[in-house]
């Protein structure tokens, strides 16, 4: 069975676009009441980022947290906020920040038309109504976020994601201005998301020229970035990460993504510094890429974290072997049909006590 894959429809590029948000938005507030719900990252509170949210009569401001990656009870939380002014619902969701609000932005979407609580939800087409138009607006590039089909949430059973075609953004603003602050380390953590994105994709047994397509343009860009010195780095940033979401929509991640998830539901570890915790003792699979990405790091003069598994009692480290592992396809797609030859528990458990 080939995917048939839900793009973005809208897109809108270039320096400065954010000011056009308003007129794209204006669209959708189809009577006097309409009411737009902008999920904003509380890092831009009362900075001039707040200032320029083109916020009108009724609509609401949400800022977020993101101190910890999305939660279903957060989720569930922030539905219930915009929920106190039904029968109404909402016209528009707009999500302004990096991969953790823009997904908080979809998952309060969705819910707000879904009953119950999201942990419902957390699988493969699970979503049974469309959710309010929603758009995304990236501060930090890398994730894929804003082009992928899924909303990913730890609950209190599994770190999942809401993935449907419903998830997909209907708009996406893409600003490369927007992320002219964000700090040094986690400019890298997250760009060296998209780029662990293209390795996988490119290396992995579900590559196709679709995949092959996004992610070597994707990979390119990421390079100018990581070992050049452009001036217009943010642009091709912003450009790799889309790019890169589009090459993993049509193939898969691999062992990098299946390990650092174990790591993160374990230790709560964000997913840009996880992936290159992991990817970092990965050169048995990805010895180019691994490579290079050190490279990059000594680069940008990046320090990783050490020690972080060797210490955890048995039953922590169990449970990390067992999320990774969980991750069935992620495996095919690095190792071939045959991966649990290969990934056994044991040969799980050594790479993360070098972690
Ligand atoms: P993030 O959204 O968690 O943000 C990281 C930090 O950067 C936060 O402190 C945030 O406040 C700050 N920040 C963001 N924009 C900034 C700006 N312009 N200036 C200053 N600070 C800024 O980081 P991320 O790496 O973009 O996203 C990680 C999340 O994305 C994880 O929750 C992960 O699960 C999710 N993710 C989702 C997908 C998907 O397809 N849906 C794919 C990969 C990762
Ligand atoms: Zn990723």
Redesign the pocket.
Known sequence: MFRNFKLVPNIIFGRGCFSQMDEIIDKQRNNKDSWVVFVV????KGNT?EKRIPVHGNDMLLFVN??D??KTNYVDDLTLKVKAFLPFLPSAVIGI???????LA?AVSLMLTNEGSSTLYQGWDLIKHPAVYHMAV???S????E??R???LTGPEKKL?LNSDYTVFDQVVLDPE??????RD?HF??GM?CYIHCIESLEGTYLNEFSKAYGEKSLDLCREVFLGNHPDSADKLMMASFFG?MSIAYSQVGACHALSYGL?YVLGT???IGCCITFDYLDEFYPDGVKEFRTMMEKCGIELPRGLVKTLDDEKIEKMITTALGLAPLWENCLGKDWQTIMTRDKAKSLFLKM
């Open positions: 990252d509380d890092v831009f980022m993101v101190e990656e999305p920040g990096g991969g953790s609000t823009m997904d979809k990236p501060t930090l890398g994730t894929g976020a082009v992928s899924t909303a990913v994601g927007l992320t002219k602050d964000v700090p986690q953590y997250t998301d979401g993160s964000h997913h840009g």
